[in-house]
């Protein structure tokens, strides 16, 4: 018999698939009982019968039950779960698309706004979440960016998604400037990286205290604040802004010191 933690498992995996919890419940007592009726079930489950064939019939069409008409009703056979992998190369194959067509939207909304839309704007973000797509946005810089480094992402985020962000810098070819107050950047902390274009130069505290990430790019000025009791960031668009930020950021990157990655 499964233990309840192992069907909770299974559960939660479903639901993360889109399937309600109720659906999910019918299928994991279908998996258990083996062939059943629609009665069997909203005994053995406490849902009505109406509602057990509303989620019999959604099973159906996610391949997970197969229904048999007998002389007497019709008797429900549980699937395997492996039949889902239709449905997860269809979903793979709609996320692509959206992918995308998403530049596509953007230009679109851009022009939709037409010439009285806004020349500045901010954007807040908050949470995990949040921060994850205020990175993720920075991989977008056309060429290069900038950054007042508090700590590597490594330090901030998860570890694969840091990861994925360096990959992503290095497939775009961006070249980066990093202002820490570190004095030595371990290779472990900052793989995968390019020498030629991954930079780092240290600034005393004394000088510049670095306490608060700042990233800038294209038209961009980000303001990061991992701390636990806050996370949230502010993306500000708006060219004067990051010109200004560009300026002070580069006089203080000629007089910093130049960091090798060991």
């Not at 993360?16 to 005994?43: F, H, M, N, R, W």
């Not at 810098?169 to 020498?195: H, M, Q, W």
């Not at 949230?232 to 960091?259: G, N, R, S, Y």
Request: charged share 20%; net charge negative; with cysteine.
């Amino acid at each position: 018999m499964s233990s309840p933690e192992q069907l909770k498992v299974v559960q939660n995996y479903l639901q993360g698939l889109g399937i309600e919890p109720d659906t999910s419940s019918v299928y994991l007592e279908l998996l258990q009982l083996g062939p059943s009726s629609a009665l069997q079930l909203a005994k053995a489950t406490g849902i009505s019968r109406t509602q057990i064939y509303r989620h019999l019939e959604s099973l159906e069409q996610q391949g997970l039950v197969d229904a048999e008409q007998l002389s007497y009703g019709t008797l429900f056979r549980s699937q395997p779960l492996e039949n889902l992998e239709g449905l997860l190369a269809a979903r793979e194959a709609e996320t692509a698309a959206l992918k995308r067509d998403l530049s596509g939207m953007t230009e679109l909304l851009q022009q939709l706004a037409g010439a009285s839309g806004p020349k500045a704007t901010t954007q807040h973000y908050y949470g995990l979440a949040g921060l994850k797509q205020v990175n993720w946005n920075l991989t977008k810089a056309d060429t290069e960016f900038r950054v007042f480094e508090a700590a590597h992402l490594s330090q901030h985020l998860d570890k694969t998604f840091a990861r994925r962000c360096r990959e992503r810098y290095l497939e775009r070819k961006l070249t980066s400037y990093d202002l820490t107050n570190e004095t030595t950047i371990a290779a472990k902390s900052v793989e995968p990286f390019d020498r030629a274009r991954n930079l780092y130069r240290h600034v005393d505290p004394e000088i510049l205290t670095i306490n608060f990430e700042v990233y800038i790019y294209n038209e961009v000025v980000t303001l990061i604040d991992y701390s636990q009791t806050q996370q949230l960031a502010l993306e500000i668009h708006h060219p004067a802004l990051k010109t200004l930020m560009q300026q002070l950021f580069d006089t203080v990157w000629a007089t910093a010191e130049p960091l090798e990655i060991a």
